[in-house]
């Protein structure tokens, strides 16, 4: 295929649009393939009436066909027409209409939208267009070019699709944009402040701010605020000389000690009370603090990474005004175009650990085997707790899944239906324990984001539920 490839050229990106800097253009990207799943994330512009289809081009096509592009910020580099027996080479006509395309089915496979066989239809962002058990198609708004990279260093970005060495994964606009503002803050001392719901790579997030940065040959220290204890918190934060307060105790740098030359992460900074941020101000300021059971002061050279998933106007006033650089990360309902590739990366990460399941469930190309029915349902859910939920979700149809491919198994149905449900006021006695653990199970435990999916009236209420059925 590299072969076979080229680089857009500047003409050729604008696809005769409107200058780049105006609004998105609707665009299909391929989520789901069952003949070339290395070709997830690709996309394809509609600039006028298109002829999607098997193969390359030919004199006596009635239309261009649609070309799918491997966007990267700056260029696009043009793929081979589509492959699979299954795809007609004549199966789709697509065209703009209105805020999104028309797609009307010429060819033999049959073409599914929103789960039903259709002939034609009108699609809108959000939507999946589909070729039963051949192909899968998310309509997304899409700029034409994704802007040049101003500060990520060439050397550290991946194969297409692939996770870069932070382990980030995604070929969407969100996730180049998030990258390169990862890179320019790395470049600057300033503490920083990454914010973004649970479960959307905050601690990924940091450990590039660490490793794009000067400080990347110091320990990146990591440690979750919210576990520290309020007596012990400057002991924590600073440590201790030997044998105080207690004989016997050994000495200890403190986490501010461990990280001096390099960089402090802090998660879930909001979870601290307001009187113990009080204690990190001074090393914050200039890098001063003492140690439990020792009069002088020491100095340590860190910069602080902070996160946390609350709002920022939520910290102590003066300790956020010290975190000078913020990050806000995109959830999945951003960037769903990505799900497919993170998908097959947690995957990996299972396949990797457990031999069974790969020879179960991974092709002879060497990648998972996810039925299209499954992959849909993930783009298209609405996630909470974002990769997290995630990998509970994969982790699920890993468990039920019947044959040799990941299926959207009744309890992955369960769960999704539950987390997409409105919160309308329940009482207690109509939940059934499959809901009540479906929705445990979508939050990955979290109590307090289950009760609110539930639509129960407290935290308390699904406490006495979870004794009561001895989940």
């Keep these: 295929m590299a072969d076979e490839t080229r680089t857009l050229t500047e003409a050729e990106l604008d696809f005769g ?62 793929q081979p027409g589509l492959g699979g027996r299954g795809v007609s080479r004549r199966q789709l006509r697509v065209e703009p209409s209105g805020a999104g395309l028309r797609v009307t089915n010429v060819g033999r496979s049959a073409l599914i939208v929103d789960g039903a066989e259709v002939a034609s239809a009108e699609v809108r962002p959000g939507q999946i267009v589909g070729l039963r058990n051949q192909l899968l198609l998310l309509c997304e708004m899409r700029p034409r070019r994704l802007p040049a990279l101003r500060a990520w260093p060439a050397n550290a970005t991946p194969a297409f699709g692939a996770a870069d060495r932070f382990g980030m994964v995604g070929e969407s606009p969100a996730a180049w944009a998030l990258r390169d503002r990862l890179a320019f803050h790395a470049g600057h001392a300033a503490h920083v402040l990454v914010s973004g719901p ?45 044998d105080y307060p207690n004989p016997g105790m050994p000495a200890r740098p403190g986490l501010c000690g461990e990280a001096d030359g390099g960089t402090l992460f802090l998660d879930e900074i909001g979870e601290l009370p307001e009187a113990l941020q009080a204690h990190l101000l001074r090393v914050l300021d200039a890098g001063e603090y003492t140690r439990l059971g020792e009069a002088r002061a ?105 044959g040799d491919f990941l299926a959207l198994t009744p309890g992955v149905v ?19 324990v499959d809901q009540i653990r479906a929705a445990l199970e979508a939050h990955a435990g979290n109590q307090s984001a289950a009760w609110k999916a539930l639509g129960l009236r407290s935290r308390h209420q699904l406490v006495r539920l979870i004794k009561k059925h001895g989940l």
């Design 198 to 242: 649970s479960g959307s790579g905050k601690e990924l997030a940091a450990r590039a701010l660490h490793g794009l940065s000067p400080r990347d040959r110091r320990a990146l220290v990591a440690r979750n605020a919210a576990t520290l204890p309020e007596g012990l918190v400057d002991a924590e934060l600073f440590g201790n000389v030997k």
């Design 414 to 432: 369960a769960q999704t239906e539950v987390a997409a449900a409105p919160a309308a006021r329940l009482d207690p006695a109509e939940l059934s």
């Design 298 to 402: 020491r100095r340590a050279d860190l910069r602080l990474i902070a996160a946390t998933n609350r709002a920022p106007e939520a910290l102590k006033h003066d300790l956020g005004a010290r975190l000078k650089l913020r990050i806000e990360l995109p959830g999945l309902g951003t960037r769903r175009s990505d799900v497919p590739m993170l998908v097959y990366a947690l995957l990996d990460a299972v396949g990797a650990q457990d031999a069974g399941l790969r020879a179960r469930f991974w092709g002879a190309a060497g990648r998972p085997r996810v039925a299209p029915e499954l992959m849909a349902r993930l783009v298209r859910h609405d996630y909470r707790l974002h990769v997290r939920e995630l990998d509970a979700l994969l982790w699920r149809a890993l468990g039920e899944s019947p």
């Design 17 to 78: 649009a409107p200058p780049a800097d105006e609004a998105p253009a609707p665009a299909l990207v391929i989520v789901w393939s069952a003949a070339e799943p290395e070709r997830v994330g690709e996309v394809a512009f509609v600039p006028g009436s298109r002829v999607l289809g098997r193969g390359e081009a030919r004199p006596d096509d009635d239309a261009p066909r649609l070309q799918f592009v491997r966007q990267r910020p700056g260029e696009g580099v043009v």
